[in-house]
């Protein structure tokens, strides 16, 4: 597929999507949004990706938020078009669109964050799984200081990654903070120098690559993502039972047990667009209205 605003790189069962906008610090545009949501259902069809890497384009930022001078001028922050019904699609905001994408995923997905991160580039990292930075990268939820609230569903996610009091803090004062920082607080996994971030990230995503199912995989991100928010822990056990139920059964089982007893890497079989349990989705898609 064509980008003009992100590079997509597949190789050896790893995705690397790139945000690049060289002159514009990778600033975030609806055209990137197309874009970003056109490469995940790419790369969820292609059952050779494994698992799926995220950065930004140079040394400077992973992206600077919502490009604030749009080529052509236009209207920042949301649609130009002025409508009087809020459940009017014209009204969804770029950002949620793309995180919703994400969290759909049925692959791992990993940021490595190069740089500053700020507005949509911090809050798109939030539907992601497992998030590293540089020791360069800077963070801010700076939508209080552009007269804004909080948008790409982050009111959904950030409090559930970091908590409700830290969340909170970061998003009222608006300040930038440094990696360490994000790494005390729980948003970041591991803070790497840059020159070392992206050989950190294709090691995780090789060590899911080498030695996991993609359908167990697959499952265990809907089950994780989905279920905490659950009325009861009974929500969970019965998606679990029946997970265990169907995959125990299947071709990826059967391998992952000859592998351990014969103490060789496993070649799973299983493929996520074809073999993904009968019950899969178990839940009812939600609507925007």
């Not at 140079?58 to 922050?77: I, M, N, Q, S, Y």
């Not at 996520?272 to 349990?277: A, E, F, I, L, N």
Request: with cysteine.
């Amino acid at each position: 597929m064509s980008y003009t605003q992100i590079q997509v790189d597949k190789s050896d069962g790893i995705a690397t999507v790139t945000l690049y906008r060289p002159d514009k610090m990778n600033a975030f545009t609806r055209v990137m949004m197309d874009e970003l949501i056109a490469a995940m259902d790419d790369i969820d069809a292609d059952d050779s990706v494994r698992a799926v890497i995220f950065t930004g384009h140079g040394d400077r930022a992973f992206c600077a938020g919502a490009d604030l001078t749009p080529e052509g001028g236009g209207h920042v922050f949301s649609d130009a078009t002025e409508v009087a019904d809020l459940s009017d699609p014209k009204v969804r905001d770029g950002g949620g669109r793309v995180t919703l994408r994400l969290f759909d995923s049925t692959k791992p997905l990993i940021s490595a964050c190069n740089g500053v991160a700020v507005g949509i580039g911090a809050t798109m990292q939030l539907a992601m799984d497992i998030r590293l930075a540089a020791d360069t990268a800077r963070y801010g939820f700076v939508f209080a200081r552009r007269g804004i609230n909080p948008e790409a569903c982050s009111s959904w996610f950030l409090p559930r990654i970091v908590g409700i009091s830290q969340a909170l803090e970061w998003c009222y004062t608006g300040r930038i903070f440094d990696a360490e920082e994000a790494r005390a607080g729980g948003l970041v996994r591991s803070v790497h120098p840059q020159a070392e971030l992206m050989d950190a990230a294709r090691a995780l995503a090789r060590e899911i690559a080498d030695n996991t199912s993609a359908v167990s995989v697959a499952m265990t991100r809907a089950m994780m993502w989905r279920l905490p928010s659950g009325d009861h822990p009974m929500d969970a056990h019965r998606i679990d039972s029946r997970a265990i139920y169907r995959l125990s059964r299947g071709a990826d089982a059967r391998e992952g047990i000859a592998s351990f007893l014969e103490k060789r890497a496993p070649e799973y079989p299983g493929k996520v667009t074809q073999d993904m349990p009968d019950f899969y989705p178990w839940w009812d898609e939600p609507e925007y209205r």
